[in-house]
């Protein structure tokens, strides 16, 4: 079982930028697909970005597209998302998920318990 614990999150005013981490214990990401989903207050959890074990391949929201950038660091076991000219609407809770691989990201097998983000206008 891999543990994930997300950082990173805070206020910001709109325009600016956070970096969130998602770090892994208990178990490493080894071979393993990660993501970012994040869940604004009486809105469904939503994908925003997965990153493959390699790094080699990422898949963005359109939402966040341009804006967002995933990252990884196999040897930390930290996966990150730079965030860019943030909107108020991108204030949510911030989640990261690891999965099989990027195809099944919409089954992760586990999360982490979530970081605030708040944009203001």
């Known amino acids: 079982q891999v543990q994930l614990e997300e950082s990173g999150g805070g206020l910001v005013q709109a325009g600016g930028s956070l970096r969130l981490s998602c770090a892994a214990s208990?178990?490493?990401?080894?071979?393993?697909?990660t993501g970012w989903f994040r869940q604004a207050p009486g809105k469904e959890r939503e994908f925003a970005a997965s990153?493959?074990?390699?790094?080699?391949?990422?898949y963005y929201a359109d939402s966040v597209k341009g804006r967002f950038t995933i990252s990884r660091d196999n040897a930390k076991n930290t996966v990150y998302l730079l965030m860019n000219s943030l909107k108020p609407e991108d204030t949510a809770v911030y989640y990261c998920a690891v999965a099989a691989s990027t195809t099944t990201m919409n089954n992760p097998w586990s999360w982490g318990q979530g970081t605030q983000v708040t944009v203001s206008s």
């Open positions: 208990g178990r490493t990401f080894s071979g393993y697909a």
């Open positions: 990153i493959s074990w390699s790094g080699g391949s990422k």
